[in-house]
């Protein structure tokens, strides 16, 4: 798993740690010592850590103007027993809002498990966002049935063509664009 770094591509357009209205703002990597981990198995340390113990995150690239953010995860997303949601939406989550995202690209090809609670902040994050939106791109087929069984597909876009996006390929506006293209026609 250490092998695994954030997308690094998008940095000539948009780092979390120089941007004043991030919850990054000012931290500094380094690119030696390892010290986060996933259960015993050392992480990249260029992964932003948010609070939870299993769960890990970069804020790939974020657009004020259209007021619309890229995050990759890593980990274990644990509702059961961490309550990795309620930590990501107070910590990461909500400064964005404050600061006026309201799409969010959740890019989670790296997240291998899913275990779920309820939807309780879910809900919020969608109510939050009014008329925005929330895509989850590339997602594990067996983390996509554990979002489903509690119907987190309510509130996330997902599915079919979003889990077959090269998003690598991509500029970040034009990526967000691409999301905002299937979402919309969704919503429609």
Not at 87 to 103: A, C, E, F, Q, W
Request: glycine share 4%; aromatic share 18%.
């Amino acid at each position: 798993m250490h092998y695994i770094e954030p997308f690094f591509r998008w940095r000539g357009e948009y780092i979390a740690a120089e941007d004043p209205k991030s919850p990054f703002y000012g931290r500094e990597y380094s690119e030696f010592e390892f010290e986060h981990r996933i259960y015993n198995f050392l992480i990249h340390p260029q992964w932003d850590e948010f609070g939870s113990n299993t769960l890990y995150l970069k804020i790939l690239f974020v657009d004020y103007e259209t007021n619309s953010c890229a995050i990759e995860l890593i980990g274990e997303w644990n509702d059961a027993i961490e309550n990795d949601i309620m930590t990501l939406k107070s910590n990461v989550v909500n400064p964005l809002i404050d600061n006026g995202i309201r799409n969010f690209v959740l890019i989670f090809e790296n997240v291998l498990n899913f275990h779920f609670s309820d939807d309780c902040y879910y809900e919020e994050w969608f109510d939050d966002i009014e008329d925005g939106w929330i895509a989850a791109v590339n997602v594990h087929s067996h983390v996509a049935k554990e979002l489903q069984r509690i119907n987190i597909d309510a509130y996330f876009a997902m599915g079919g063509e979003l889990d077959e996006l090269d998003w690598r390929t991509f500029k970040p506006h034009h990526f967000i664009q691409k999301v905002e293209k299937i979402v919309s026609y969704r919503l429609n």
